[in-house]
């Protein structure tokens, strides 16, 4: 964060890094999670008859076949135009899509007739390009089932294409991490065999681990979840071991949106632990001198992933 004449080389660098992992891995991330989603769509035709019987048992026994639904209509509709639509509660639906329930306080009577009002939209505005037997009245064929599955799972991935590419992203960033301390003995341990993350023993890691705060006034107890926490081999005088936060994006508007996301984080770890707490991003992609510029002002160090050997300099 105090070398700003190396952040333009080290962002053209970061780029190209994400870049090239984007072109060689993202499309195979991306097709792994059409075909599972195409086994879930296939499921869902089971279960509605090949979308010929879209009964309120069914939605209510199934209610995570909802978005399923919603990308086999023409056009796919949203959440919302599903809501406005078929003139229901938005509770239900969100309930249904989100948590995966229908929530137990709705009387049962409004259930069915609510669960009724959706198949009768979604028959109405069922894709018959995709799904043809439903104008032709015929019995599909396997062939056929299987390309109207791969269409609509094509559609479920386009809608949250992002979030499969970050993920994909994030477990290679936190193999990459995991690879490099491994290398120099360290050793990987599970968050749940952590009781107190200032007590983790000297020259281990772990992933996803709950760092508990208190906010403002002392009355309210919330955890931050940390990507990697590192003990290293000689413990800081805090006693606290590094905390790390994955960080990597395909485009510079995004970053910009969520800069502030770590400095809320480091500024709640500060109040709580003192202003010695290491906090440091592992960047990946396109971080621009904007954004570095913010979170070096706000104290915010970090590591470019296409220069992982800078963690020594953390005392790793």
């Given at each position: 964060m105090d070398k700003p004449h190396l952040w333009k080389t080290d962002v053209a660098l970061s780029v190209d890094s994400y870049n090239d992992w984007f072109m060689r891995f993202a499309p195979k991330a991306y097709r792994e999670t059409r075909k599972e989603t195409t086994k879930q769509v296939?499921?869902?035709?089971?279960?509605?008859?090949?979308?010929?019987?879209?009964?309120?048992?069914?939605?209510?026994?199934h209610p995570e076949i909802l978005p399923i639904l919603r990308m086999a209509t023409a056009p796919p509709i949203a959440r919302d135009r599903l809501i406005g639509l078929a003139s229901?509660?938005?509770?239900?639906?969100?309930?249904?899509?989100?948590?995966?329930?229908?929530?137990?306080?709705m009387e049962e009577v409004t259930v069915i007739e609510e669960l009724c009002k959706i198949g009768t939209l979604i028959l109405k505005l069922a894709d018959v390009d995709i799904f043809p037997w439903l104008e032709n009245e015929h019995q599909p064929l396997e062939s056929e089932i299987h390309r109207a599955a791969t269409v609509v799972a094509?559609?479920?991935?386009?809608?949250?294409?992002?979030?499969?590419?970050?993920?994909?992203?994030?477990?290679?960033?936190l193999a990459t991490i995991r690879h490099w301390l491994e290398h120099r003995g360290y050793k990987h341990v599970k968050p749940a065999s952590v009781a107190e993350f200032h007590e983790m023993q000297v020259e281990t890691f772990a992933f996803h681990l709950n760092v508990p705060v208190?906010?403002?006034?002392?009355?309210?107890?919330?955890?931050?979840p940390i990507d990697i926490a590192i003990m290293p081999k000689k413990k800081a005088q805090n006693g606290l071991p590094i905390l790390v936060e994955c960080k990597s994006a395909g485009d510079y508007?995004?970053?910009?949106?969520?800069?502030?996301?770590?400095?809320?984080?480091?500024?709640?770890?500060?109040?709580?632990?003192?202003?010695?707490?290491?906090?440091?991003?592992?960047?990946?992609?396109?971080?621009?001198?904007?954004?570095?510029?913010?979170?070096?002002?706000?104290?915010?160090?970090?590591?470019?992933?296409?220069?992982?050997?800078?963690?020594?300099?953390?005392?790793?």
């Open positions: 296939e499921s869902a035709l089971r279960l509605t008859r090949n979308l010929t019987d879209i009964s309120p048992n069914t939605l209510k026994e229901i509660s938005s509770n239900l639906v969100r309930n249904m899509e989100l948590n995966q329930r229908i929530s137990p306080k094509d559609r479920l991935c386009g809608a949250v294409a992002d979030p499969i590419v970050r993920n994909a992203q994030e477990r290679r960033q208190l906010l403002e006034g002392g009355r309210t107890k919330i955890n931050i508007t995004n970053t910009n949106k969520r800069r502030k996301e770590e400095a809320v984080k480091i500024a709640q770890l500060r109040a709580n632990y003192g202003k010695d707490v290491c906090f440091i991003l592992f960047l990946c992609g396109y971080f621009d001198s904007g954004y570095l510029g913010y979170e070096a002002a706000e104290g915010l160090d970090w590591v470019w992933e296409h220069r992982i050997d800078d963690l020594a300099e953390f005392g790793l």
